[in-house]
């Protein structure tokens, strides 16, 4: 079973307009940690936020916020007013305590393109 | 800033060749993988080290093996490379402890098996 699923495979926004990329994860474990990571052309994956499972606060990041709901299993990843710069793949993923084997477990991510 | 580099961004390979893809990672990580990315299947875990010398097998460790003889340096190794191993190949180190979860990626090896 997936662990992480990011259902948008590919989005495209015109610059400035606000965008929301969707992730659904599935644990067992009551302690958990999540991501998101940024991948742009170039290649490299970019961590951009980790967040446990018993912190439920949203987080603002300049024009990036993250929306953690537990009751819907959500890690939901909103940029505010996109730029093109911000044209990459995103990937949501998963980190559970009992695996202990620093296994990350990745959605398969998001084309984001961002239209001038 | 972590800075975790791989030898080759972009490598050609003739099926049957030996593949050596080399990561070196300067934060003084205890822990490194090996991923590859495929269109629609995202990161698979091939590989993992936690110290040095040591290695467990990730998702799809077959047709690969890994080195680990220093802390900072972890090798992934294709024996006789195949076409199906043509992929994006991304390392990525993690310290142990508290935060061993979060990964610091290199920029990747695109491979090319031909």
């Known amino acids: 079973a997936q662990k992480v699923t990011q259902a948008q495979t590919e989005i495209s926004v015109v610059e400035k307009e606000d965008v929301t990329l969707d992730c659904v994860y599935e644990t067992r474990d009551t302690t958990y940690y999540l991501f998101w990571y940024k991948q742009p052309p170039s290649g490299e994956l970019v961590f951009l936020i980790r967040?446990?499972?018993?912190?439920?606060q949203n987080e603002i990041s300049g024009r990036y916020s993250w929306n953690f709901q537990k009751s819907t299993s959500s890690f939901n990843f909103t940029i505010t007013a996109s730029q093109v710069v911000d044209s990459a793949v995103y990937f949501c993923?998963?980190?559970?305590?009992?695996?202990?084997?620093?296994?990350?477990?990745f959605g398969t991510g998001t084309r984001l393109t961002v239209i001038p | 800033d972590v800075k975790v580099t791989q030898s080759s961004r972009y490598l050609v390979k003739r099926t049957g060749e030996k593949v050596f893809l080399e990561c070196v990672q300067d934060m003084d990580h205890e822990n490194m993988f090996w991923y590859r990315q495929d269109p629609g299947l995202g990161l698979r875990l091939i590989y993992f080290?936690?110290?040095?010398?040591?290695?467990e097998k990730g998702d799809i460790p077959e047709g690969y093996s890994v080195s680990r003889e220093k802390k900072e340096r972890f090798s992934l190794i294709l024996e006789s490379a195949s076409t199906n191993q043509t992929s994006m190949y991304l390392c990525a180190s993690a310290l142990a402890g508290a935060l061993r979860d979060t990964q610091y990626f290199g920029p990747g090896t695109r491979l090319t098996v031909l």
């Open positions: 993923a998963l980190s559970e305590a009992q695996t202990g084997a620093n296994n990350l477990f």
């Open positions: 967040r446990n499972s018993f912190d439920e």
């Open positions: 080290s936690y110290d040095v010398k040591m290695k």
